[in-house]
């Protein structure tokens, strides 16, 4: 099912899944345009049958019917309302050479002689070979991915056709990953690397948010994770895990070479998807009485649906 992303287009790397799951049925269903003298409603199937008294008795709003953006905002409310302490991962995700998010500290960092300062002059030296020597042969990438690289996994596992379910596991990393990301820029506010050095010029509009973490390095290695853990006990898994890995860090390379990224950022993007992944596993907690709950969560509901899909 293709998700939509209306109303969450300025959360970096959310417009990334558009058309993810070209040939699914669509949530938003379809126009159907009807006939002023005859409208559908009142056909009658046989004589004194019509249709509109057909009633079905559906006791819930059926799982396979969740688009998966829609649904990926439930997965969201509950790992946020579960307090799974991911707003408290900061310190695991900062630079060991910026350990408070300070980017422009001249102090020295023990046990190194540099400081942020330098650390930052560093890698804007990087990204400027980058600029010179990458970027021209890598541009196509950097173009494509910026508007969505959850393809590129449906591409790479073969699973354009047939597997909603999957295609909703990277929906909900793409929303997860893309709200966590957002929660640290703002909390750790990292200038672009563009800000620093106009001369980087970014072949694409730079995106009106603060820089650490990556966006795109946390959605693309929150992909990897989730997928791998949806291939859990599958003979392609050794292979498909490396495969994965290798496009996340190419997806969050190329956010480099283009200029929007600094190394660090790409950095922080895999450790906080590495932190997410195992939280968003979490069962609910135990009932009143102190046994567990046997209710799934939403994430959990939809990784068994996937795992039975590759089974």
Avoid at 111 to 130: K, R, T
Wanted: glycine residues 10%; proline residues 11%; hydrophobic residues 40%.
């Amino acid at each position: 099912m293709a998700p939509s992303f209306e109303g969450m287009e300025g959360m970096e790397g959310m417009e990334g899944m558009v058309g993810i799951a070209a040939g699914f049925a669509s949530g938003a269903g379809s126009f159907f345009p009807d006939r002023i003298d005859l409208p559908f409603v009142t056909v009658e199937y046989q004589p004194g049958l019509p249709i509109a008294k057909q009633r079905i008795d559906i006791p819930a709003f059926p799982y396979r019917n969740w688009d998966g953006t829609w649904y990926a905002l439930l997965v969201l409310t509950q790992f946020v309302g579960l307090a799974t302490g991911w707003d408290q991962l900061g310190p695991q995700i900062l630079p060991p050479w910026a350990p408070t998010g300070d980017w422009d500290s001249k102090v020295p960092v023990p046990p190194n002689p540099e400081s942020a300062y330098d650390m930052v002059q560093g890698e804007l030296d990087g990204l400027v070979v980058a600029a010179q020597d990458e970027r021209a042969d890598a541009l196509g990438e950097i173009l494509a991915q910026s508007t969505q690289f959850g393809t590129y996994f449906l591409d790479l596992l073969t699973a354009t056709n047939g597997y909603p379910a999957t295609a909703k596991m990277l929906t909900i990393a793409n929303v997860v990953g893309g709200f966590c990301a957002m929660f640290y820029k703002g909390k750790y506010q990292r200038p672009r690397a563009s800000m620093l050095c106009p001369a980087l010029l970014p072949p694409i509009p730079v995106p009106g948010h603060a820089s650490f973490p990556s966006g795109h390095s946390t959605q693309a290695h929150l992909m990897a994770l989730v997928m791998s853990d949806v291939l859990a006990g599958q003979p392609q898994l050794p292979s498909m895990a490396n495969d994965m890995q290798a496009l996340a860090d190419r997806i969050a390379r190329n956010r480099e070479i283009a200029g929007l990224h600094y190394p660090s950022d790409t950095d922080g993007g895999v450790a906080l998807a590495k932190l997410i992944n195992p939280l968003l596993k979490k069962p609910l907690p135990p009932l009143p009485n102190g046994t567990p709950n046997p209710t799934p969560t939403w994430y959990n509901q939809a990784l068994a649906l996937a795992q039975a899909e590759w089974a």
